[in-house]
Protein backbone atom coordinates (compact mmCIF):
# COMPACT_ATOMS: atom_id res chain seq x y z
CA UNK A 1 0.00 0.00 0.00
CA UNK A 2 3.02 2.26 -0.66
CA UNK A 3 3.14 5.25 -0.80
CA UNK A 4 0.30 5.50 2.06
CA UNK A 5 1.69 2.93 4.32
CA UNK A 6 4.72 1.62 4.73
CA UNK A 7 5.89 -2.10 6.48
CA UNK A 8 6.07 -1.65 9.84
CA UNK A 9 3.20 1.01 10.29
CA UNK A 10 0.76 0.24 12.28
CA UNK A 11 -3.04 0.85 11.85
CA UNK A 12 -6.17 0.77 13.89
CA UNK A 13 -9.07 -0.94 12.38
CA UNK A 14 -12.80 -1.42 13.17
CA UNK A 15 -13.44 -5.39 12.79
CA UNK A 16 -16.88 -5.65 11.03
CA UNK A 17 -16.98 -1.99 10.12
CA UNK A 18 -19.38 -0.66 6.97
CA UNK A 19 -16.90 -0.10 3.99
CA UNK A 20 -17.08 2.87 2.17
CA UNK A 21 -15.14 3.59 -1.07
CA UNK A 22 -12.15 5.03 -1.29
CA UNK A 23 -11.78 3.30 2.49
CA UNK A 24 -8.25 1.36 3.65
CA UNK A 25 -9.75 -2.30 4.11
CA UNK A 26 -8.16 -5.59 5.55
CA UNK A 27 -9.26 -8.53 3.13
CA UNK A 28 -8.99 -12.30 2.88
CA UNK A 29 -7.39 -12.82 -0.40
CA UNK A 30 -8.46 -16.62 -2.31
CA UNK A 31 -6.15 -19.04 -2.88
CA UNK A 32 -3.46 -18.48 -5.29
CA UNK A 33 -3.88 -21.24 -8.84
CA UNK A 34 -1.58 -23.96 -6.36
CA UNK A 35 -4.20 -23.51 -4.29
CA UNK A 36 -2.06 -22.27 -1.26
CA UNK A 37 -3.77 -19.68 1.14
CA UNK A 38 -2.65 -16.02 0.64
CA UNK A 39 -2.54 -13.66 3.74
CA UNK A 40 -4.92 -10.97 4.82
CA UNK A 41 -3.93 -8.03 2.65
CA UNK A 42 -4.33 -4.43 3.15
CA UNK A 43 -6.15 -2.45 0.48
CA UNK A 44 -8.30 0.29 -0.96
CA UNK A 45 -12.01 -0.25 -1.89
CA UNK A 46 -12.41 1.14 -5.38
CA UNK A 47 -16.02 -0.10 -5.94
CA UNK A 48 -19.19 -1.58 -4.00
CA UNK A 49 -21.26 -3.75 -6.09
CA UNK A 50 -25.18 -3.78 -5.00
CA UNK A 51 -24.39 -7.49 -3.67
CA UNK A 52 -21.38 -7.04 -1.47
CA UNK A 53 -18.76 -7.95 -3.77
CA UNK A 54 -15.35 -5.83 -3.21
CA UNK A 55 -13.49 -4.44 -5.83
CA UNK A 56 -9.93 -3.44 -3.96
CA UNK A 57 -6.76 -1.89 -5.31
CA UNK A 58 -3.27 -1.52 -4.19
CA UNK A 59 -2.05 1.84 -4.08
CA UNK A 60 1.17 0.43 -5.06
CA UNK A 61 2.18 -3.07 -7.35
CA UNK A 62 0.14 -5.90 -5.49
CA UNK A 63 -1.96 -8.68 -6.18
CA UNK A 64 -5.70 -7.19 -6.12
CA UNK A 65 -8.73 -6.97 -7.81
CA UNK A 66 -7.61 -6.51 -11.53
CA UNK A 67 -6.14 -10.23 -11.52
CA UNK A 68 -8.71 -11.42 -8.58
CA UNK A 69 -11.95 -10.27 -10.00
CA UNK A 70 -14.89 -9.04 -7.07
CA UNK A 71 -13.86 -10.67 -3.70
CA UNK A 72 -17.02 -12.10 -1.39
CA UNK A 73 -18.52 -10.01 0.86
CA UNK A 74 -17.59 -12.49 3.25
CA UNK A 75 -13.80 -11.95 2.03
CA UNK A 76 -14.09 -8.19 4.42
CA UNK A 77 -11.80 -8.71 7.77
CA UNK A 78 -12.25 -4.66 8.65
CA UNK A 79 -11.87 -1.22 8.52
CA UNK A 80 -9.18 1.09 8.62
CA UNK A 81 -9.51 3.84 10.62
CA UNK A 82 -6.04 5.44 11.17
CA UNK A 83 -2.33 5.24 10.97
CA UNK A 84 -0.50 5.51 14.32
CA UNK A 85 2.98 7.62 14.17
CA UNK A 86 5.37 5.55 14.15
CA UNK A 87 7.69 4.78 17.53
CA UNK A 88 10.84 6.54 17.55
CA UNK A 89 13.88 3.71 19.01
CA UNK A 90 14.23 4.79 22.98
CA UNK A 91 17.53 6.60 23.60
CA UNK A 92 19.02 7.30 26.51
CA UNK A 93 19.03 10.71 28.58
CA UNK A 94 21.75 12.92 27.26
CA UNK A 95 23.41 13.35 30.14
CA UNK A 96 24.26 9.77 30.47
CA UNK A 97 25.18 9.55 27.07
CA UNK A 98 28.15 12.56 27.09
CA UNK A 99 29.20 11.03 30.53
CA UNK A 100 29.69 7.38 28.48
CA UNK A 101 31.38 9.23 25.81
CA UNK A 102 33.90 11.19 28.46
CA UNK A 103 34.70 8.06 30.23
CA UNK A 104 35.86 6.44 27.24
CA UNK A 105 38.06 8.89 26.19
Known amino acids: MEPTLRAGDTVLVLHGGSPRVGAVVVVT???DRAGAPRPVAVKRLTSLRGDGALWVRSDGAGTDSRQLGHLAPDALVAVALLRLPRLRP???????RRA?????R
Open 29 to 31: LPP
Open 90 to 96: LRGPRRL
Open 100 to 104: ARAAQ
